[in-house]
């Protein structure tokens, strides 16, 4: 049952939406981007362009489902591409490493929606993505980026309702960031580190495993899965040691503490998190 004040909140987002007249939706795919997207289609229709960018730190098949997504929701689409990999600063994995990747990507979408003629460019951040260390907000501020999901005052189980309510295949859809957001700050990002980690987490949800992360410690993988779900992982204990040794890991560990979100942050000092908070008010 959706409650009224989700309800409130979802037609508060219908208000914001149809006060922009005409917007760009950077789209992924995930279940905050698609039901943004949804609803910007529902609100203003014909006036609504979903864009997606082709990423070296995201799996060519999210792009592509994305693209499916696009068509199934009968949306005009603009399709480009970043090169994360050619920014030095993103490249060294400094803890700003997020403000750098997500100030190149909003500055390209700017120009983008500029020569298009869209005044409004959308993300799909939600409340409770303040709530964690999130570099990429100050570049989203900067660069002029809407969030109308945090405008509303919608946390992510709010979103997964109403998107199952509308028929969206993704309202119950596992969370997705870039891999490099799998590598411990300071250890440099490269492409093979990236392939290594897209494999292994792929293999890991063709055995049937709902939510994952590996996290790359150099010659370790350590895997988060649901707590619910490191049964599955004992049980195929054999196997994924086998797959990740042949992807170049010595040691394949399970971490007890299961999967949540931005782990690789709990190592940075409270200091580190409280500036760049501050600095993305």
Request: charged share 30%.
């Amino acid at each position: 049952m959706i409650l009224e004040t989700t309800r409130e909140k979802d037609r508060k987002l219908g208000e914001i939406l149809r006060g922009m007249g005409r917007v760009m939706v950077a789209f992924s795919g995930g279940v905050d981007s698609t039901f943004v997207l949804k609803r910007a289609i529902q609100e203003l229709g014909s006036e609504v362009i979903a864009v997606i960018a082709a990423s070296e730190t995201f799996p060519s098949r999210e792009f592509d489902a994305a693209v499916e997504l696009t068509e199934e929701l009968g949306v005009k689409l603009l399709k480009t591409e970043v090169k994360e990999l050619e920014n030095a600063d993103f490249v060294a994995n400094n803890p700003d490493r997020c403000y750098h990747c997500k100030t190149g990507l909003y500055a390209h979408l700017q120009q983008l929606a500029k020569e298009n003629g869209y005044p409004f460019i959308l993300d799909g951040s939600n409340v409770d993505d303040l709530g964690d260390y999130r570099p990429g907000l100050k570049a989203k501020n900067e660069q002029g980026i809407r969030s109308t999901l945090q405008e509303a005052g919608m946390v992510k189980d709010e979103i997964r309702q109403l998107s199952q309510e509308l028929g969206l295949r993704t309202w119950n859809k596992p969370s997705f960031a870039c891999l490099s957001s799998r590598i411990p700050y300071g250890m440099k990002i490269e492409k093979w580190k990236i392939d290594q980690l897209d494999e292994g987490e792929y293999f890991l949800t063709q055995l049937g495993l709902y939510q994952v992360r590996v996290r790359h410690h150099d010659k370790i993988a350590r895997i988060e899965v649901m707590p619910d779900e490191i049964h599955k992982v004992i049980e195929h204990r054999d196997a994924i040691y086998e797959k990740f040794s042949k992807l170049g890991f010595a040691y394949v560990t399970l971490d007890l503490q299961g999967y949540r979100t931005g782990s690789m942050n709990e190592v940075l000092s409270k200091e580190t998190k409280d500036k760049v908070k501050e600095a993305s008010v």
